[in-house]
């Protein structure tokens, strides 16, 4: 019985000691807790992430995501849907998808699909062909970092056909969609020459992408103004006058160009063109050529950067372009999948080798969006099985967006207070609106500019996203915002009669 009580004792030492510890362990846990530190803080995040700001999915889009889930909850709004007409997403709005291209995605994806579906022959060949191309027969395996050689090759054959002179496939590479082409091709100029930050020219108003990533990079954004009055033209003075002033702070190295435009929807000319190559050449200056809205002409026509380069000859045909496209527009509106390709000219070769070494860091684009790019690239020909459901899916959708991109002219035109030049390319219309003094004066106490002002009030009353014209850059003292012309047509009827039926009761409001 003594032993038995003595034991107890030793055991409840033991719990006692035991239990001291976790006190003293749990003290000293607190004691370091309390004494860290958080790595990344406010204060201390890299200041290139603080400043980049991208508008099209910025305050206003988040707000729309708010009012889509109040709209969920039964929280009453003077409308039921928010009609999304920020970006240029068309599948989003509506846009049906080209079957040629779904049905070699299904192929592709599930391969068994190529033996048993009622699907085309075409499409289980050019199934075949893709999945033969990638590494162990399997569209889920990575491909090499500029893309899969057979696709690259149907977009050299692509680029052949349109400007009608070669191509080299090993010029081209394959994207997520054109924007990671054009960061990574960006990140090429992030050096300081001659003791000054690297800059590159932008349009004014631009894609917000390029202030983004210019920010992001550390890099000089020089500003050059598209005149509005002239139809947004791209005037060589305007090049003159902004190189010569961003100069002063940084080199010069590079120059974008958005053709057609975006957001102000103008194609450029081929004299225009041929100006901004020599341009270049005289500047030393590389051209990025933003050409993803090529196969969305409304009026006037499509010239490659490429095509006049080649066809201006020596000694401007030495000038560096990389040419970006896109499966996200045109007709095929695939924007999630995340295809696209870049083709590179006259880049120096240790440059362009270092280019595909950074690419290699990043693995590989998505093999989907690869394969959607050779669907893009090498469409069904006449005769083939797919060929004429193709061409007529195609056809109807570039028509209904021609008809739309005139309605939203006309729309605008004939509203008080409002200016809208000729949408000739692209997905956009880039409306300019005068407001009253009362208007910007009302904006001022909000704490926002007059455009987002206007463009919040739109959305709370009408369900109505669009984006303010301070979020792709535009002359002081003039307001505007983007709006795509993607709503399907019925959509897009009930967008306009909501659209001016605001803008009266604002205009009332406000004068």
Known sequence: MKSLTRATRIL????LS???KNITGFRNMANIKAQYKKAITFENLNPNIVRLEYAVRGPLYLRVLEIEQELKDGVEKPFNKVIKANAGDAQAMGQIPISFIRQVLVCVSYPEMIETSNFSKDVKERAREILDACVGNS?????IAVGIESIRKSVANFIEKRDGYKANWRDICLTAGASAGIKNCLELLINDIEGKPSGVMIPIPQYPLYSASLAEYGLKQVDYYLDESKNWALTIEELDRALLDGSKDCKVRALVVINPGNPTGQVLTRDNIENIIKFAYKHSLMIFADEVYQQNIFEGEFHSFKKVLVELGAPYNQVEVVSFMSTSKGFMGECGLRGGWMEIVNMEPKVQANLYKCMSAKLCASTLGQAVVDCVARPPQEGDAS????????DNVLESLNIRAKMIEELFNNMEGFRCNVVQGAMYAFPRIELSGKAIEAAKKAG????VFYAFRLLEAT????????GFGQEPGTY???????PQMDLLREMVDSFQKFHQKFTQEFS
């Not at 409840?12 to 719990?15: A, E, K, S, Y």
């Not at 569209?139 to 491909?143: Q, V």
């Not at 926002?448 to 455009?451: A, G, K, L, S």
């Open 12 to 15: 409840d030492n033991v719990r």
């Open 18 to 20: 035991q239990s001291c």
């Open 139 to 143: 569209i889920g395996s990575y491909s």
């Open 387 to 394: 060929y004429e459901q193709y061409v007529q899916e195609r």
């Open 448 to 451: 926002q500019e007059p455009d």
């Open 463 to 470: 369900g109505i996203c669009v984006v303010p014209g301070s």
């Open 480 to 486: 505007h915002f983007r709006t795509t012309i993607l």
